[in-house]
């Protein structure tokens, strides 16, 4: 079993940036892949980042590319989603996820993630 909890969600103004952070417990963090996935009310939840299990390969979605990056602390156990250039699209909750420890790939479909925490709220304003 691995635990996540979710923070650093806010209200931003379009343009600015957030950090959001999601502290791993229970079962080795590091043998797991993560990702990040946000949803808005009546829809979907959407693949945003996801990121291997050494950390050395990463993925993301067009929207998010070159304004999103994942990165992950081992030691810490610790999943970051760095979010610059927000636009008001990007309003949503965000959620970390993690596969289970035997999946090495890292995948885009959040029914392949088996641990999810609560989630976060980003509000970006116009």
């Known amino acids: 079993q691995v635990q996540l909890v979710e923070s650093g969600g806010g209200l931003v103004q379009a343009g600015g940036s957030l950090r959001l952070s999601c502290a791993a417990s229970g079962r080795t963090y590091s043998n797991n892949v993560m990702g990040w996935f946000r949803q808005t009310p009546g829809k979907e939840r959407e693949f945003v980042a996801a990121i291997s299990r050494s950390g050395g390969s990463t993925h993301y979605a067009d929207s998010v590319k070159g304004r999103f990056t994942i990165s992950r602390d081992s030691a810490k156990n610790t999943l970051y989603l760095q979010m610059n250039s927000l636009k008001p699209e990007d309003t949503a909750v965000y959620y970390c996820?993690?596969?289970?420890?035997?999946?090495?790939?890292?995948?885009?479909?959040?029914?392949?993630?088996?641990?999810w925490g609560q989630g976060t709220a980003v509000t970006v304003s116009s």
């Open positions: 996820a993690a596969r289970r420890s035997a999946l090495v790939a890292v995948t885009t479909t959040p029914g392949e993630y088996t641990y």
